[in-house]
């Protein structure tokens, strides 16, 4: 595909055209859309919400939990993590959702009929760490991606420490297919699952490995700027390939373009409040006040892109502070993912 026929080029977000979707929402940080044009949005309240397609909201919990909320502070709930904080969402072919778990740093399965169950809380016999995000592909692998064994997790930033890491869930049981990132976050597949796309957050990029037939992983290379103006923290692929790619706390939404060109989507931040991030960054002094003062209005905190609606043209963005969902629409459809069409949890 040539540059001239990309459908990003020529196109500008226009902020008035941007909605909303969900209300109440408590940390809406991971969003699954569904063929029906339903949404499963993490819930910090330990379990999650589903949106239906004409906006009604039914907050899905685990039998055993009331979804009192947590009382505590800016810092311990949002930062320091305290308590369950279902984060990364996967829907298996069964409608069950796995869930990386940040707060418990382990990997729970909520299944429909309401049952809730730890499935793993350490690999290799170390516990598993900060559990971010879970992926299931076409064969029915699940990919785990844990940001950091440091605790607690927020001196992985300053230290420069490469500790993150990848683990693959198949029939062969769960193992390590891949280390020494910096901040391991999302992962996502190209079209053809040939290269597995992986954000490191606090090294500011966004790597790629081959994948193998049996899960293993080559040939890792970086995938656009070596260092990315911001944290990057969730993304998506659309049909065209580009890759969409969320900043948090500097709240942007820029796009890599298959030839790894940056394209800025949206830039909702704080530019005062940025460039002090950003120069705490480069001075390894980053603290949780100058993290928490650095946020957008519409998505604080942005931290994930979604595409969904029955054309999957509609895009959502999560975020760790807000409480609503800022949707808009997209010139080109995103690339669906491998439950799309399958079995739903609600």
Known sequence: MSDHQNPLLDWELDRSTIGKTGEGLQRPECILAQADGSLLVADARGGIMHIAANGEQTLKLPASQTGAEQ?????????????????????????????????????????????????????????????????????????????????????????????????????????????????????KFDANEEWLYVVESNARRISRLRVQPDGSLTDREFFGPSRLEGFPDGFAFDAFGNLWVTLIMSDKLIALTPQGDVLTILDDGNPEATARLNRHWHEKSVTPDIMAQAKGTLAPWMASITFGGSDLRTVYLGSLLGTTIPCFRSPVPGLPLAHWGGQRFA
């Not at 796995?98 to 309401?114: C, E, H, K, P, Q």
């Not at 290799?124 to 440091?150: C, E």
């Not at 001196?155 to 891949?178: F, P, Q």
């Open 71 to 187: 009382r505590a502070g800016f810092k311990d709930r949002y930062v320091m993590a305290v308590g369950s904080l279902p984060n990364g969402l996967a829907l298996l072919d069964n409608g069950d959702i796995l869930i990386a778990n940040w707060g418990t740093d382990s990997v729970d399965r909520f299944s429909r009929d309401g049952s809730y169950k730890v499935l793993h809380t350490e690999i290799d016999g170390r516990p598993i760490g900060k559990a971010n995000f879970v992926m299931r592909d076409s064969k029915g692998r699940i990919w785990l991606t844990v940001t950091t064994r440091m605790s607690p997790w927020t001196e992985s930033i300053n230290s420069g420490v490469l500790d993150g890491y990848l683990a693959l869930m198949d029939d062969k049981g769960m193992r390590i297919v891949a280390e020494g990132f910096g901040g391991t976050n999302e992962v």
